[in-house]
């Protein structure tokens, strides 16, 4: 009897310390398939950054040429070429058009105001837009927040899903956006007025904008939280560690 305890005991031992270094392999697994999903996300930054300034300054200098080829045309086109000249307005126009949307694109791909003036005011420019676009009243109350370029772009795209969710889901008419510092933590919250949000849905990964959203969380070492009820509007909580209080 006793030598079938310590058996047994052995046993349980055994199959403790395999169940544990499997939990550690799974732990080492998901950590380099979560390191390669942050490298992947680089790369298509870097990348959007490539492409945007390629469009914006190529493409765009391409266009702005040609826009005063065509004017200069008009100068020098003799009287009485009615039919030529509205053709080379129209052309004109048609430039004038495609420069602006050489501009949104390049923007969309990588906001210039986010690398010049940083995460507050980048943030600021996209509410102002997404206010203009949707007529959602967007209300700001955000701190100065310096971050580093590929963490103030993973808080910028998990901004600009929360707008998006806003738009397609919520059937809201206000949005309040807040950033800011707290015992050691950088928060940003999305909060809108509109129909509200399920927690099953919130829990659910069946979205992929949650998800998404979620993975970018868990690469800035932090966490997103999503609420709501019906009636009740939706709130989309990240909180991050703020590095510039770690180094201080």
């Known amino acids: 009897m006793q030598g079938g305890n310590f058996i047994g005991l052995r046993g349980a031992v055994a199959d403790i310390s395999q169940r ?10 998901s950590d380099r398939l979560r390191s390669l999903a942050a490298y992947q996300k680089k790369i298509r930054e870097d990348e959007r950054s490539r492409v945007a300034l390629e469009i914006h300054d190529e493409l765009g200098q391409v266009l702005t040429c040609m826009k005063m080829d065509i004017s200069w045309l008009l100068r020098k086109l003799p009287e009485g070429q009615d039919g030529l000249e509205k053709k080379l307005q129209g052309l004109s126009q048609a430039m004038d058009e495609s420069i602006h949307l050489i501009r949104r694109i390049s923007t969309g791909l990588r906001p210039p105001v986010l690398d010049d003036f940083g995460l507050s005011a980048a943030i600021e420019w996209q509410a102002k837009d997404f206010q203009a676009k949707t ?4 209300a700001l109350a955000l701190q100065d927040v310096n971050m580093d370029g590929s963490g103030a772009i993973s808080v910028f795209r998990i901004f600009q899903e929360s707008l998006t969710n ?5 059937n809201a008419t206000a949005v309040r956006i807040q950033l800011f510092r707290k015992n050691g933590s950088i928060i940003m919250q999305v909060r809108d007025n509109g129909r509200g949000i399920k927690g099953s849905d919130a829990r659910s990964g069946r979205s992929l904008g949650i998800a998404g959203m979620k993975e970018r969380a868990l690469l800035l070492k932090g966490q997103i939280d999503i609420t709501g009820a019906p009636g009740e509007g939706t709130t989309v909580t990240l909180t991050i560690p703020d590095s510039e209080q770690a180094i201080s």
């Open 166 to 170: 806003t738009a397609r889901h919520a």
């Open 20 to 29: 544990k270094r499997m939990e550690e392999e799974i732990k080492r697994s």
């Open 135 to 138: 007529g959602i009243f967007c």
